[in-house]
Every structure is written in structure tokens, then in C-alpha cells.
């Protein structure tokens, strides 16, 4: 690497501490530096951060959205998943290749705009979706998409293909998003009013045989009523856990790690039945 990229890529370190548990604000500022995670800019990092370079290199290998190849400044990531194939996808992407003149997968000679598939990106109900950069645009259609390779030569700036503001906090100065939520009826679980550690009181507040009955009326299926019933049986733990209850840090199989108030609400029912607290 030449000198200057190598003070770019110490500078985006010691911005973040030299602190390898940042490692995904330090590669992705590095590709938004560089266009791309090189294997020696793999090298630097982990040497500014004191690190093993597998330690790197697992997280630039392992999300889609990093690369070791370089990529135009701009990257419109067309999603191709079934529902947007349904929604004529296809055309979309002929449009993209008509209008760049290259194929998904390449950048333009002049380096600036990359065209790639991607999986599903959250928009199928809004389909054929894609993201440009970090913007997403939605209802594409063949004239659309020609539409946005004309204002993204005039300027190289994805944010100003929003037209239309979404609903919500879509709208929001901070987002100005095209996406629309989407939601057609507020249920008790969407937009319903919220108060903080309500249901948490509400299972204190039970006995322990309240608690069994819930979890077999619940109708919970196999994995999920054993470790409810285990639990009852368990003798009262120290603080903040019940002994024989597996790993401290997960609750029914998903990690919940590093977040105290996650862990006290995932254990409620667990925990009541032996009075932990």
C-alpha cells in the first residue's frame, strides 16, 4: 500500500480507539475510504489494532455489503429474490444494463457506478426494490431505473433519488425515506401504547402455579415447554440468574448477550417460579 493509504488506514483506526471490537465501523469506513477492503489494508488493521488477520478478514468475508474487489463509488444492489422476480425484476435489471452499458456484477469503466444482485433487502411488499448506496428506492419499473443512471451521471448523490417521502418516520429530516410501513390495522403488538416493564411486573406479580398454568395452556411446543417446566423445578439462583438453567446469557436458544434489561424479560417466566429476581 502506498504511504498515504497506510496513514488513512491508521488515522480510521485511531479514530475508533485502535479498539478491534469495532471492527465493522473500521472496515466500512475503510471501503467508504477506498471503495473496497484490500488484502493489505486487512494487513494494517489488524496490526493498528492489535489483532489476528482471520479476525478481519471473517468480517469482510462474511457481509455481502464488504469487499475485497474495488466498487464504483456508487453500488445500486438490485434485489432478486422471488417475490421482485415476480414483480419483474428482470426488466429492471435489462434497464440497469442497457443504461450502464455493463452487466450485473461490473462497474462502469470510469469507475464510478457498480451494479450487483442482492438477497432480499426488506421490500418485497414494495417490489422490485433496491439500494443504492445506503438509499433505498422502491417500485422500480424499467423507465424508472434508466431514470435514476441519468441523475446519478449528472451527481453522484443516491440520497437525491427520494422524490417522495414515505409515511411515519420516514418523513423524518433524519431519514427521508421512499419506503412505506406498510401497516394497515395497529394490533397489540404494532403501534399499541407501550409502558416499560409491564409485563415484567405482570409475571412477578404471579404465583408459581400461575406460571405452570400459563406455560401449559400456552400450548408451547416441545423445546419450549420442557425449558419452561425445567425451570420451575430449578432451586432459587444468586442474583439475576436461576441455577440449572443453562448458559446465563441465553434464553431459549436466541443470544441475548449484553443487555441486561433483555435478559431480566426473557427469563420472567424461568425466574418467577423460584422467586428469582
Do not use: W
Not at 40 to 49: F, G
Not at 227 to 249: E, F, K, N, T
Request: aromatic share 2%; net charge positive; glycine share 10%.
Amino acid at each position: 500500500m502506498s504511504q498515504d493509504s497506510d496513514t488513512a488506514i491508521k488515522t480510521i483506526c485511531k479514530h475508533y480507539g485502535n479498539d478491534a471490537g469495532r471492527m465493522m465501523d473500521i472496515v466500512l469506513a475503510v471501503q467508504e475510504k477506498f471503495g473496497c477492503v484490500s488484502s493489505a489494508a486487512m494487513d494494517m488493521i489488524a496490526r493498528a489494532v492489535g489483532t489476528k488477520r482471520v479476525e478481519v478478514e471473517s468480517v469482510v468475508s462474511f457481509y455481502a455489503f464488504l469487499s475485497t474487489e474495488q466498487k464504483g463509488k456508487v453500488v445500486i444492489r438490485l434485489c432478486h429474490d422471488v417475490i421482485d422476480c415476480m414483480r419483474g425484476c428482470d426488466r429492471v435489471a435489462e434497464a440497469f444494463r442497457e443504461e450502464l452499458g455493463i452487466d450485473v456484477g461490473d462497474t462502469t469503466p470510469d469507475g464510478l457506478i457498480t451494479l450487483e444482485y442482492a438477497p432480499c433487502i426488506g421490500m418485497c411488499d414494495q417490489a422490485p426494490a433496491a439500494l443504492v448506496n445506503e438509499t433505498v428506492v422502491t417500485h422500480l419499473s424499467s423507465d424508472a431505473a434508466r431514470e435514476i443512471v441519468r441523475k446519478l451521471r449528472q451527481r453522484l448523490a443516491p440520497h437525491q433519488l427520494v422524490e417522495h417521502l414515505g409515511d411515519g418516520n420516514n418523513a423524518h429530516p433524519l431519514v427521508q425515506s421512499m419506503v412505506v410501513n406498510n401497516i394497515r390495522k395497529a394490533g397489540p403488538v404494532v403501534l399499541a401504547e407501550l409502558t416499560p416493564g409491564q409485563a415484567l411486573a405482570k409475571a412477578l406479580a404471579m404465583t408459581p402455579a400461575e406460571v405452570i398454568r400459563d406455560v401449559k395452556t400456552a400450548r408451547l411446543r416441545e423445546g419450549g415447554r420442557r425449558a419452561a417446566l425445567r425451570a420451575v423445578q430449578c432451586r432459587r439462583g444468586g442474583a439475576g440468574h436461576v441455577q440449572g438453567s443453562g448458559d446465563p446469557d441465553r434464553v431459549s436458544g436466541r443470544g441475548v448477550r449484553g443487555d441486561d434489561d433483555l435478559r431480566l424479560r426473557g427469563r420472567r417466566r424461568h425466574g418467577h417460579p423460584v422467586s428469582a429476581r
